[in-house]
């Protein structure tokens, strides 16, 4: 309420206080990557204080990283990044830093950073996505299957890596391959709508107009019965 008065220095008290508080620290840390230029300017000041009376405080770095990020400051942002990473090691930090590398569009640094982080944990899936995510960007599909295949001999009835894989052979044209692995997405998972509905575009693309309509049909009353 006090953002949309714009009565936003004691918004940003309060943000502050709340991010001091484990209960509302989820509410606080969206606040501030909704932060417009005006919040912005109050809570950044404040946000710099915590950091320097908590110079071994992860959490107020990234907090600062967060509200850099949303400003779209990445120079910033990737410092405090890297800040974080002295103070912590995890490899969430470098799948993170990556992230911030993509959104800048520097894709060199952005593999580096996912490879790494996938090398810490290639089970991991948020690990798993950010690399394939930077390897689409750069056109490399094969490379995208190739991560899914590993993860599918490890975990053969992952509903998830059998979805990718279908978007992944679905992106490059290989659409049997991607019928066949929405399919088994599907069966491991019928309330799985969205896997139906790319095996259906599969299907159209594939001329089986038959096989489209039945799957988008399915769709269309999954919905309905979820609303």
Known sequence: SQIALERYEEAADNIINALKE????????????????ELTAE?????????NANPNSIEWYMYQLYLYQANKNYEEAIRCSEKVKELDADPYFDAFLS?????????ASALHYAQV????????????EQLTSVY???DRLDSCIAICNSYIAQYPESNGAYHMR???????????SAITDYTTAIA??????????????AYHIMGDSLKA???????VEDTKNTV
Do not use: C, W
């Not at 309509?213 to 769709?219: A, C, E, G, M």
């Open 22 to 37: 484990e209960h509302f620290e989820e509410l606080a840390t969206d606040l501030i990557t909704d932060a417009n230029d």
């Open 43 to 51: 809570l950044m000041p404040r946000i710099n204080i915590q950091v």
């Open 99 to 107: 992230s911030l590398y993509q959104e800048m569009g520097d894709f």
């Open 117 to 128: 982080a996938y090398v810490a944990d290639s089970t991991d899936s948020d690990f798993i």
């Open 136 to 138: 689409s960007e750069l």
């Open 166 to 176: 279908g978007q992944y052979h679905f992106l490059s044209g290989q659409y049997e």
């Open 188 to 201: 491991l998972d019928a309330s799985d709508s969205f896997a139906r509905y790319m095996r259906g575009r």
């Open 213 to 219: 309509k039945k799957d988008f049909l399915r769709v």
